[in-house]
């Protein structure tokens, strides 16, 4: 039977964020010649706009490189790009299981950050040949020989060979084309045998359908072929398959070993899911792929229309970004302050935040954000567990027998002048030491458990502003464990308002609930009456302030005169009221349902 292709290299590039994979990728596929400069535009890797403004990797793209090699023959190098950030390491596993090589990429100011480890760790899972590539050598406060060190100190890797590079101006392109033509195997897989691909991502086109990016590990598919998704039995014919240069070019056919696009008229995404293996109906594989095991959204929060009308169209927003978006989760659900909207559930904070503004931007939807809750696990005396992922939910305290919350396991790297901070941070955010270590002479690592609610509140925050930036964060799920937590309501002018609920550990309680009663005072403008602020815990109440009536109609700075200025005047209070919800008697700004997170502790 005939081998797959030699001449094939799948690789992916892994880095901390910032370190330069979405520019080290543009050069590369400026090299290979797959994009003139002129026609590149800046970052094609990074294609969505929001990416581009945030400058992190988000979706999967994958582009196919030809490239010829000092030996003489010509290399087709498949290169998927995988996201930086601590929220889609389970993205990242995604596209390494469809590789068999990976570039790690270090800053040579910076060094080894968490996200460089944690990366490391999930391509040495899947088996990965690594190249170290070092980074921005081109910047004069580039140590390369510090970075080399921590490769070999923390990683294990030897670093005598890295490839010193500058993503910037080109240093080291080339050798390491080299390495990835010399170091990454070849596909295994034979292309006489019966199809598997599996489907490592799947998008939704307008024209073409739900197309599936695939690895195909054995056999070969054409335009034509019956395929079969082995996970739910569904046959499809295929219309047309290709690869990305980054534009798409269809082929004829893709054998073993290589990365591309099916697309077959599929009408629904859930059809093509990641992690499924494709066959062919006509002559099947017997076994599917091991394929993925499914994300778990970690952060839950309630989305609601500003404006009730919106909902449907919201829904059928939320329906579509989830084509896109496998991992972003929601239900519908009702509150008795904002009325109908939805609860999600994301993979971590920036996800959430990226939804909400793909919503806002995308789909020109106005929006009011619930502060984000954690899944709480609630033992009740009937012996149920009961998974709470919204506060206002949890069962009155009489038949709550315990309260678990989710544990995770955090790895921290930072200068060693800040571990002082960091442990004041975590000794402050119910953290566990486990473990410190030096990564180089002036470096840290170290390991905490910490409650996940407490990384939701202004965990990054704290941990940046207290580090100066210097700190890197990584972290995930180990479990869950019993806590003393209570559950804090917000009374506004005597109503409750079920939005503003929250949990949180009974020894913080009083000092939250206290300050955020006084967050909310500032932030709830004055009406024509006073109004109450009260926290409470189940019937006691533990905070008030009161918002006092407002004195002066705003019209009257105007001294009358200048209708103009009155106009530009009454817009100004429009574009702020756009983000209110009037709550009862109270309208309430979108910054009151965020306040709890900005409370220092
Ligand atoms: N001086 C210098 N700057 C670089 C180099 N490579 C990348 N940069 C800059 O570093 C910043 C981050 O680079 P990106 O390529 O966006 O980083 P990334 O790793 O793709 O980030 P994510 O997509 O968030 O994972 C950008 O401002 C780049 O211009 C380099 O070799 N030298």
């Known amino acids: 039977m005939a081998q797959a292709s030699q001449r094939i290299r799948n690789f992916s590039i892994i880095a901390h964020i910032d370190h330069g994979k979405s520019t080290l990728a543009d050069r590369l596929i400026e090299y290979t010649g797959a994009l003139s400069k002129r026609e590149m535009e800046e970052q094609v890797l990074d294609n969505m706009d929001l990416e581009r403004e945030r400058g992190i990797t988000i979706k999967l793209q994958t582009v196919q490189l030809t490239y010829k090699a000092h030996d003489g023959e010509v290399y087709e190098l498949n290169l998927i790009d995988t996201p930086g950030h601590v929220d889609f390491t389970y993205e990242v596993s995604r596209s390494l299981a469809a590789c068999e090589g990976a570039l790690l990429v270090v800053d040579a100011v910076q060094g080894i950050e968490a996200q460089t480890l944690a990366n490391v760790y999930l391509a040495l899972e899947n088996n990965l040949e690594i190249i170290s590539v070092i980074n921005k050598i081109d910047l004069p406060s580039a140590e390369p020989e510090r970075v080399k060190e921590e490769i070999e100190e923390v990683i294990g890797l030897d670093a005598s060979e890295a490839i010193l590079a500058s993503a910037k101006t080109g240093i080291g392109i080339e050798e390491i084309l080299e390495r990835?033509?010399?170091?990454?195997?070849?596909?295994?897989?034979?292309?006489?045998?019966?199809?598997?691909?599996?489907?490592?991502?799947?998008?939704?086109?307008?024209?073409?359908?739900?197309?599936?990016?695939?690895?195909?590990?054995?056999?070969?598919?054409?335009?034509?072929?019956?395929?079969?998704?082995?996970?739910?039995?569904?046959?499809?014919?295929?219309?047309?398959?290709?690869?990305?240069?980054?534009?798409?070019?269809?082929?004829?056919?893709?054998?073993?070993?290589?990365?591309?696009?099916?697309?077959?008229?599929?009408?629904?995404?859930?059809?093509?899911?990641?992690?499924?293996?494709?066959?062919d109906a006509e002559n099947p594989a017997t076994e599917a792929l091991p394929g993925y095991r499914q994300a778990t959204p970690m952060v839950f929060c309630g989305l609601y229309p500003v404006d009730a009308s919106d909902y449907n169209r919201m829904r059928d927003s939320l329906e579509k970004l989830h084509l896109n978006d496998a991992s972003l989760v929601f239900e519908p659900e009702t509150s008795v302050a904002l009325g109908f909207g939805f609860r999600c559930g994301f993979l971590g904070l920036l996800h959430m935040e990226i939804v909400q503004e793909r919503l806002e931007r995308e789909y020109d939807l106005n929006l009011i954000t619930t502060a984000p809750s954690v899944i709480y696990n609630v033992n009740t005396l009937k012996g149920d567990v009961v998974k709470i992922d919204n506060p206002s939910n949890l069962p009155p305290l009489e038949s709550i027998v315990s309260i678990e919350e989710p544990i995770v396991k955090a790895t921290i790297l930072v200068p060693a002048e800040y571990v002082g901070a960091i442990m004041e941070l975590n000794q402050e955010k119910r953290g566990t030491y486990l473990t410190m270590d030096y990564v180089s002479k002036s470096r840290v690592k170290l390991i905490y458990e910490l409650p996940l609610s407490e990384i939701v509140f202004d965990y990054f925050d704290q941990l940046k502003s207290r580090t100066k930036g210097y700190a890197s964060l990584d972290y995930e799920l180990c479990g869950y464990q019993e806590t003393d937590l209570v559950k804090i309501d917000v009374l506004l002018n005597g109503e409750m308002v079920d939005a503003l609920s929250f949990i949180v550990h009974r020894a913080k309680s009083y000092n939250r609930g206290r300050k955020l009663v006084e967050k909310l005072r500032g932030i709830i403008p004055r009406q024509m009456f006073e109004i109450p602020i009260q926290s409470v815990i189940g019937n006691k109440v533990i905070a008030r302030e009161t918002v006092s009536a407002m004195r002066k109609d705003v019209l009257s700075k105007c001294y009358g005169g200048d209708i103009s200025r009155k106009r530009k005047l009454l817009e100004k209070q429009k574009v702020g009221k756009k983000r209110m919800k009037q709550v009862g008697s109270v309208a309430i700004p979108q910054d009151a349902f965020m306040a709890v997170l900005k409370i220092e502790d």
Do not use: C, H, W
């Open 180 to 279: 990835v033509v010399k170091m990454v195997p070849p596909p295994q897989g034979e292309d006489q045998a019966p199809l598997k691909a599996l489907i490592f991502d799947s998008k939704f086109d307008a024209y073409k359908g739900a197309i599936s990016y695939v690895r195909i590990v054995e056999g070969r598919i054409a335009k034509g072929t019956k395929m079969k998704m082995m996970a739910t039995g569904k046959v499809f014919e295929v219309t047309e398959v290709g690869v990305f240069l980054p534009a798409i070019r269809i082929v004829d056919e893709l054998k073993a070993g290589q990365v591309g696009f099916i697309a077959a008229s599929i009408k629904n995404v859930k059809d093509t899911q990641v992690g499924d293996t494709i066959t």
